[in-house]
T-cell receptor, first 113, second 115 residues
């Protein structure tokens, strides 16, 4: 089976712009989660989608949003980019919820100038 | 709020040594604990998953234990190899009022195995 894929892998934006990141989960996986990784804060949970519904959300401002499509693919959007949004954004998928192992993609490296 | 701490933050040992990485968490109401490795600039690779009802899991040279009541987990790596060099991350999953929270991660242990 193909692993979790994320596009694009690298992205450079300027402050004030918006960005959309994409994640394709492992075939058959219905849950997709998003995480932000920075040197200072480490890995932090953004949100999780299951069957097109947001199940839970981390402590991030409303500028961070996401959605999931009927084929389980997910997108994450960040509006009005700030310098502090520069990070590695990781997507993870799993078959269901709770007890399943999460499988991570390679991430999208976002740089905000 | 759940907090996960990993000790040590960095570790450098010669090849062949057995080593232990430590993880502690403040809230014992977890449903599982996972250990991951991350190579520089890459995503995370799941190493071991321990359900809350389990005490340990083993995979090859890796063994992870979980003591939920004391809020601790250890990752034991036997006969370390240079290819084991990476950052090792511990993460816990727990329930909240709205369902399952996302994983809460520690800051990781940066491991270097010297040839």
């Amino acid at each position: 089976k193909a692993g979790v894929t994320q596009t694009p892998r690298y992205l450079i934006k300027t402050r004030g712009q918006q960005v959309t990141l994409s994640c394709s989960p492992i075939s058959g996986h219905r849950s997709v989660s998003w995480y932000q990784q920075t040197p200072g804060q480490g890995l932090q949970f953004l949100f999780e989608y299951f069957s097109e519904t947001q199940r839970n959300k981390g402590n991030f401002p409303g500028r961070f949003s996401g959605r999931q499509f009927s084929n389980s693919r997910s997108e994450m959007n960040v509006s009005t980019l700030e310098l502090g949004d520069s990070a590695l954004y990781l997507c993870a998928s799993r078959p269901g919820l709770y007890t399943d192992t999460q499988y991570f993609g390679p991430g999208t490296r976002l740089t905000v100038l | 709020k759940q907090e996960v701490t990993q000790i040590p933050a960095a570790l450098s040992v010669p090849e062949g040594e057995n080593l232990v990485l430590n993880c502690s968490f403040t809230d014992s109401a977890i449903y599982n604990l996972q250990w991951f490795r991350q190579d520089p600039g890459k995503g995370l690779t799941s190493l071991l998953l321990i359900q809350s009802s389990q005490r340990e899991q083993t995979s090859g040279r890796l063994n992870a234990s979980l003591d939920k009541s004391s809020g601790r987990s250890t990752l034991y790596i036997a006969a370390s190899q240079p290819g084991d060099s990476a950052t090792y991350l511990c993460a816990v999953g727990q329930y909240s009022g709205g369902g399952a929270d996302g994983l809460t991660f520690g800051k990781g242990t940066h491991l270097i195995i010297q040839p």
